[in-house]
């Protein structure tokens, strides 16, 4: 089995890191007046070259800006979107941990128009990462579709009904991806949190009376597959599949096996990358419906918590996942990224690096 040339790749990740202090100490400063924009955007250029580094040096063939230049992994995108705006904080959510639960209060989403793009909103996002890797693909990542168009009202009069709204999100994320594929970018990764969140069943009975959540999945997959319907041949779009991200705690748990058949052999991707870090899993016998041309990457490796996994230990899950997908077509990552907001998991850089190290090495030694 040879290392593979096109993305994803055997040793991937999912996209954000750790943000270092000196962007902690930059975006505090900018709160409170005490630099202006430009002055943020030069330190974020800073980090972002250092983090490139880091994934090149760690020997990564896809590299990402580490989301460095965003407060939250989706939300920066979704009220860029034209007929969206940023509301009022909502009821605080539980987040658990292993030992505890803490709480994470969503902004609520406004509708104030039809949602449409005035230019891409991660193009220059994308420019400065291209303009700065030197070894590795530039990865660009983007918070799925199903994050504007779930559990939204829309303004009376705006539309005749949900499938209108749902083609014009449709559209916009079409867009974005022409617009960044314009721009050079060959690998794009949808975030996505309803297809794992759906795999709960406390969630489930949660959001009953908010979405049809017997059918939240398959609406989903229609939405993503219009969004996708014009991607270039030599375009790569893989798509994760989230429980929550929120310094080391997670949203749900659950196996995929509530949403597999429908999303697993319905989604028009080119690679999924699915959460297999712990027991909330679930078992890989829901990777049987994956299709014959989809790479599944398995996020056998945690990025919530420091403490390093063997490689033998990741090197027998890749192996019972083998046993439902060819092994020349599985990859390996963390199962999510080390910071989908700017607090990031309880991990140092150094800690992150290991992990880095950890991932490659592993790779390498599975598949040559």
């Avoid at 202006?36 to 020997?59: C, N, P, S, T």
């Avoid at 949602?115 to 994308?126: A, R």
């Amino acid at each position: 089995m040879a290392r593979r040339v096109t993305p994803p790749f055997r040793a991937d990740h999912v996209g954000s890191y750790l943000r270092p202090a000196s962007l902690h100490a930059a975006r505090a400063a900018y709160a409170a007046g005490a630099i202006d924009a430009a002055a943020l955007a030069a330190v974020e250029d800073e980090a972002v070259r250092d983090v490139v580094r880091l994934q090149e040096d760690a020997g990564l063939q896809a590299a990402t800006d580490g989301e460095f230049r965003r407060e939250q992994w989706h939300s920066d995108f979704l009220y860029a979107i034209g007929g969206y705006e940023k509301g009022e904080l909502g009821a605080a959510l539980p987040v658990f941990k292993k030992d505890e639960t803490i709480t994470w209060a969503p902004n609520a989403t406004l509708i104030t128009g039809r949602p449409h793009l005035d230019k891409t909103i991660f193009g220059e996002h994308f420019t400065f990462l291209k303009d700065t890797v030197t070894t590795a693909v530039p990865k660009i990542t983007v918070p799925s579709p199903s994050m504007a168009h779930f559990r939204v009202s829309l303004p009376p009069g705006l539309y005749g009904g949900i499938e209108e709204f749902r083609a014009d999100v449709a559209a916009v994320y079409a867009a974005e991806v022409a617009g960044l594929y314009a721009l050079g970018a060959r690998y794009v990764q949808y975030d996505d949190t309803i297809f794992a969140f759906l795999n709960d069943p406390n969630w489930r009975a949660s959001m009953s009376g908010t979405i049809d959540v017997a059918h939240a999945h398959e609406v989903n997959v229609a939405v993503i597959n219009e969004s996708l319907a014009g991607k270039p041949d030599d375009l790569t779009v893989t798509i994760h599949m989230c429980r929550g991200n929120y310094r080391s705690a997670w949203f749900s748990s659950g196996g995929y096996d509530y949403v597999a058949e429908a999303v697993f052999g319905g989604l028009k991707v080119d690679g999924l990358f699915l959460e297999y870090d712990d027991e909330r899993s679930g078992t890989f016998e829901p990777l049987r419906f994956v299709p014959a041309d989809q790479v599944v990457v398995l996020g056998v490796m945690t990025t919530k918590t420091p403490e390093l996994e063997s490689k033998d230990t990741l090197k027998r899950r890749v192996e019972e996942a083998a046993r439902y997908v060819d092994i020349d077509r599985l990859c390996i990552s963390g199962q999510c990224g080390f910071a989908s907001t700017v607090e990031g998991n309880e991990l140092t850089i150094d800690q992150e690096k290991a992990k880095l190290d950890l991932l490659v090495e592993t790779a390498a030694e599975i598949w040559g």
